[in-house]
């Protein structure tokens, strides 16, 4: 693939702060959803089982038909994107409905995700599939979920038989939905499935899935060597509250190198480092020849926390996110609105990767009454162009979500969609957000007149 450019005269413009920007041709615009948050009707996975336990969901929430994406809804949406004038979408399997019984996949599940890869490819949309995102068959679950011995090669197994079967139609890959995040809320803390709570679990948890992606990258490309293969991963930046401050920096450090170094520093060098081993272990899964096991890297940023020294959090690091900018609710937070974190992150990405193609693949943010959202995506568009302008690879860039999905322990109160869903009726209406996006697509970038305050 070769590299896409901005013009040199677009780029210093970017860089002076004008308004009007321009992406590099063939920029991807699209949305990203996932298996369980959009299909409904989903019985199979630890996922279903943990929302029949009391509590675990905010109101006692259930995905229960979600989208209907399975039911035939999916198709609806794809046309509705293209109608915005987006060019990608972003989706997941769902590996429990695939693989429902240990070695025994579902041909009739198979064809269904055919059939809608091949609608959004008429519609001419370019899709990125992911291979998981968060949600294990039950049978895995049981064995003990990502501690499970035998889980990375299993999810190997299944990634060999995605790929031959659904290759043909899926131009982008990805693995894993961001490991780090999965590790912090399922293993470290008690929010998620399998709801370890125990922070040598989550360390155990987080090698495991970085495992489980070296072996599914090799495992689609043996099956089909001309595929692309990303990993997503989760990068908020992590600054300290007081800059002045030696405490702050030590501790917004110590939970930037948990969360976001180890990860990076495994894939790029792969390796294992503390805390994802006591001594540093080779990774040789994580190598092929020339370089790192990637095709490209997925990026989801919401925003940046500021983190304060506080003793009387050793579970974290000694470090306290301070919440009075973010977004959030009671038991979740996706940062303070800070693009020039995205900016960052790409550019860091992009040191880390220097041959890697990278893509957005989530960026956006719940807004019951849309009024903040609409600034936001021009914001963080912004940043990404300033980010190519500065030498990174940036090849696309997906909003969270294209409609109101299932938002795992928030369940349905935390709309994230451009399109709102009225889960009576199944009725989608298109907020501002929607709007302003499509106006983003269609011009590939951003104009003067575009500009939301
Ligand atoms: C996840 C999505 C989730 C979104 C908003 C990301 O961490 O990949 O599944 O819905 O954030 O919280």
Known sequence: MSRPTIEREDASRAQRGASAITFPPR??????????????????????????????????????????????????DFARARTMGHSAIRLSLEWSRLEPRPGVFDEGAFDRYARLLEKARELGLTTMVGLNHFTLPYWLAVRGSWLAEDAPDRFARYADRCARRLGDLVPLWTTLNEPSVLALMGYVGTAWPPGRGNPALGMKALRAQLV?????????????????????INMPALDPFDPSSVRDRAVAAAQDWAFNGVVLDALAHARFRFPLALREERAPILRVSGGPALDFVGLNYYGRYRVRFDARHPGELFGRRDARDTVHTDS????????????????????TFPRLPLYVTENGMFDPTDTRRPSYLVSHVRAVHDAIAQGADVRGYFVWSLLDNF?????????????????????????????VYSAICRANGVSDAMEVR
């Open 27 to 76: 920029f991807l615009w699209g949305t990203a959803t996932s298996s369980h948050q959009v299909e409904g009707a989903q019985t199979q996975s630890d996922w279903a089982a943990w929302e029949a336990r009391t509590g675990r969901i905010h109101g006692g929430d259930r995905a229960g038909r979600a989208c209907e994406w399975w039911a035939g809804r999916a198709e609806e």
């Open 212 to 232: 489980a992606h070296g072996a599914a990258f090799h495992a689609v490309h043996d099956a089909r060597p001309d595929a692309q293969v990303g990993l997503v």
């Open 332 to 351: 979740n937070d996706w940062g303070e609105i800070h693009p020039e974190g995205l900016t960052r992150q790409l550019l860091r990405l992009s040191r």
């Open 407 to 435: 938002e795992w322990a928030e369940g349905w109160s935390t709309p994230f969609g451009l399109l709102a869903l009225d889960r009576a009726t199944q009725a989608r209406t298109a907020r501002r957000s929607a709007d």
